[in-house]
RNA sequence: UGGGGAUUGGUGUAAUGGUAGCACGACUGACUCUGGAUCAGUUAGUAUAGGUUCGAAUCCUAUAUCCCCAGCCA
């Protein structure tokens, strides 16, 4: 995680601090907030996501920015979920954001709270603002409220409520608090300016009713503050000093300062977490949210691909959600790495896919333990083998990390290699196995393709190869070289393994960049998820625990899915990322 | 035709009036029992037009383009 071993007074030549992130803007507030001592020298960020559906990706990027902000700054960051609106918010999606935020590597500690932790409070300062004539209970049905807003261009007009008396206005909002109005039927709206150019300031609405049952608070409240009365109090009460949010809440900033003021104005100064600093209010900041190249990341329409069988769960492998890059087998020093190495600003973004990708590549590189196994087997008799003997060769378990040993695979007579590592007429570029040509067998031999077998079809069924014996363990005493080293399984070795093969689960780069009457569901990708049945692998391969990530040499890394039958030896493997390939490159090019 | 933001290589992100840098990608080459990894190198950028200044990505003026806001969502 991101050590606090910022220091400010000798890093002028480097762009990052406090272990590797990205030195940002929000940086530089709190640092000149801690050099002025404004807060009394506490920074208290928090990640404020609404329990409405499952992480995501950008929601990674939010979290290692707030967490971040507080580690290296020697601050806190609570953990606040913003359950305003009980008609979407299930205590499910609770459990799954907590367990995300824990698996992501980040710790709240005590700091766990919940914006309905604060109605009582809520309730209790909108009176108070009610008796100062500044909100009023307005009796506009939602389409006469929105009617009345006005336009971008053209102000609203005043709401006939609006001049209610403060004993009328506590009157009906203690009523609509009691439950004796029907949902729809009133709102407590703040008063402010019926023309203002920001939207947001035309009188916004701060309590709705709503006959909901509310993951936490049940049936105690019959009205729920909105976001805007809500967030900024929220901010307040738990001595929030830096609230960090994306950019299309700047036009709320000035409701959200109006807030603090009126209270401000009224004597109200929550008890907070702040130490003798005086008088103290938060301040939001805002942050451009990441996009990805190849997928959605609004809740909505993840939500969608969900309901609508588009994937399988919230936790698909090809979901942008952290729950489905776990599964995927993406390591969350991954996703940390890439949160902070992408940066924080406040232009538009949109990052490559590829980038995320190099992230899991650099990680598992140095922990995944090396296997063999064949996706598309081609059957390989050696000829000059035993019938009915086996051999057990050492192989390298991560050349990478010498402390991860070493481990026995079985070789025999009988052999698969990869269907796309023989070519009977290959191109010039093509160093794998050919008629007549030698190819080393990782681990083991050199072998000699002599014959090619082929069905009636003509397809070809089966290699009859030759292996010189002096070559075991992989290297020619005589010195000659080989231009290619191919992965292979045993046959009679062997395990069975489905393996996932995914894509990008849309066929554009932005899929919501559609023409007119064309949606994001129109061009998700038919091909994301390939499934391969009955792949072979290395026997060693099915000491494998759920989660764990192996290397399939020369194919890419795979994750051990929850689906897979431990006990049956059934195992089943995601492709986590393929290793970069220079072939397919090649090959690519060649093509055009 | 309202208000608020933004614009630096293909993609991100630095440079806070003083050498436009870093990362990813792409391309070379070296090395290699993974066409992986590693190592070395190359490539390519300040939206436009004026102005201020010894000096401008940075300051000023205009223009262009993009994003957000008219939920009793967050």
Known sequence: MNAPDHNPSNNETTPTSGGGRLANFIDEVVEQDLSSHKHGGKIVTRFPPEPNGYLHIGHAKSICLNFGTALKHHGVCHLRM???NPTKEEQHYIDMIQRDVRWLGFDWSEHEYHASDYFDALYDWATKL??????????????????SRGTLTTPGRESPFRGRTAQENLDLFTRMRNGEFPDGSRTLRAKIDMAAPNLNLRDPVMYRILHAKHPRTGDKWAIYPMYDWAHGQSDWIEGVTHSICTLEFEDHKPLYEWYIDQLQAIGVQPQRAISKAGPYRPRQYEFARLNLTYTVMSKRKLLELVRDKHVHGWDDPRMPTISG??????????????????GVARRENTLDISRLQFHVREELNKTAPRRMAVLDPLRVVITNYPEGQTDELDAVNNPENPAAGSRKVPFARELFIEREDFMEDPPRKFFRLAPGREVRLRYAYFITCQEVVKDASGGIQQLNCTYDPATRGGDAPDGRKVKATLHWVSAEHALDAEVRLYDHLFTKEDPEDQPEGKTYLDVLNPDSLKVVTHAKTEPSAANTSV?????FERLGY?????DSDTAAKKPVFNRTVTLKDTWAKVQAKAGD
Not at 327 to 339: E, K, Q, T, W
Not at 558 to 562: C, E, I, K, Q
């Open 82 to 84: 913003d359950d305003t």
């Open 325 to 342: 890059m776990r599964r995927r087998g993406y390591p969350p020093s991954a996703i940390r790495g890439f949160c902070d190495g992408i």
């Open 547 to 551: 989660g764990e990530v192996l290397q």
């Open 130 to 147: 009610i008796e100062a004539g500044r909100a009023y209970v307005c009796d506009l049905p939602p389409e006469e409220v929105s009617k």
């Open 558 to 562: 795979f994750a051990l899915d929850p």
